[in-house]
């Protein structure tokens, strides 16, 4: 095998499952062990990190780390002090409103935030679940309905945590409102809450000493490999408008890779599986990123470090939006 593609290294690693004998691997796609092993070595710095470990009767099977992505882009020059360090968290697709919304997983990420000394955190949109009238199951899926109630609750309800100031964008889900009735989030979040600034319906730029980051909130379903559609809006942006790092929300995926110089990150949601996703046969990844960057007095990132934090099921609270009593407000002053 020689040259590999981002698209080849999505579609092996898709292929790649957890307890998969790599003997099944290498005969499907007639390589040889090397061959596999050059693979694995390109997985690896497109952040996807796989193991080959023995199984219990001892056949070599694959095991996948998707836990940290780690890009050295210089690692050299972390320690000595001429570059500007930034360490922020991003979410996505909260759904306030929806049964399935997680607002206490949202409160575990900025009590860690907290913790961990961060005072940004950016917001990729769908930050509430809108309001369909043309569809008719919509009803029964929301425990807030309409422009107040989902407005309100974000109000009331988005952890106020001391120091930390959320940046955000309006999603398809937050435009729902504009259309039915020209409401819109962006004027009366930061009315009511000094602590939210907007930065874009769909899109936003915002720009962290001297890193300029582009959250972005398309529109439509998700292509088959992950990095597909961002590649694509990469490749659209004229070089000076590009930015170092390119946040995605809307796919409730979770993904992060390089592409022409541009660190981009799928962001996962924060809200559990909705039944639209359910009968799609569509997946939902529950979590956040921490992203640890350093970069230099031009912007240029020369070290970044995305964390995924993922959740796991039994993390998931069955429709707990229904009892709107379950989960306190999180306030730390
Ligand atoms: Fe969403
Ligand atoms: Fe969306």
């Not at 435009?175 to 809450?193: D, F, M, V």
Request: aromatic share 10%; net charge positive.
């Amino acid at each position: 095998m020689s040259e590999i593609s981002a698209e080849q290294i999505n579609k092996l690693y898709g292929y790649m499952k957890n307890n998969m004998s790599i003997n099944k691997f290498m005969k499907k796609f007639e390589i040889s062990r090397r061959e596999l092993d050059g693979i694995l070595l390109a997985c690896s710095v497109y952040g996807k990190d796989i193991e080959i470990v023995p199984n219990q009767e001892g056949k070599l099977v694959f095991k996948k780390k998707t836990k940290q992505v780690l890009y050295h882009l210089n690692k050299q020059n972390i320690h000595d002090g001429k570059l500007i360090n930034n360490k922020i968290c991003v979410v996505s697709d909260t759904h306030f409103g929806s049964i399935h919304n997680q607002l206490h997983l949202l409160n575990r990420i900025y009590k860690e935030c907290y913790h961990r000394g961060i005072n940004i955190v950016l917001h990729v949109g769908d930050m509430v679940d809108g309001n369909y009238p043309n569809r008719p199951e919509n009803p029964r899926q929301q425990f807030l309905h309409g422009f107040d109630e989902q407005a309100g609750y974000v109000v009331d309800m988005y952890p106020r945590v001391n120091g930390i100031t959320t940046y955000y964008i309006l999603g398809s889900h937050d435009e729902t409102h504009y259309k039915n009735g020209q409401a819109t989030l962006s004027e009366w979040i930061p009315r009511c809450r000094k602590d939210m600034k907007y930065l874009g319906q769909d899109t936003g730029e915002i720009n962290i000493n001297g890193v300029k980051i582009v959250l972005d909130h398309p529109g439509g379903g998700c292509a088959q490999s992950l990095s597909y559609k961002p590649q694509k809006r990469i490749e659209v942006l004229e070089s000076q408008h590009k930015p170092k790092i390119l946040l995605i929300g809307h796919y409730h995926k979770s993904y992060a890779f390089t592409y022409r110089n541009v660190q981009c990150v799928l962001v996962p949601s924060l809200c559990d599986k909705t039944q639209f996703q359910q009968k799609q046969g569509l997946s939902n990844a529950l979590g956040a990123y921490f992203l640890d960057i350093y970069s230099d007095y031009r912007g240029n990132i020369q070290y970044f470090e995305p964390e995924e934090i993922l959740f796991k099921k039994e993390d998931i609270w069955d429709e707990v939006g229904k009892d709107k009593n379950k989960v306190n407000k999180l306030v730390i002053k």
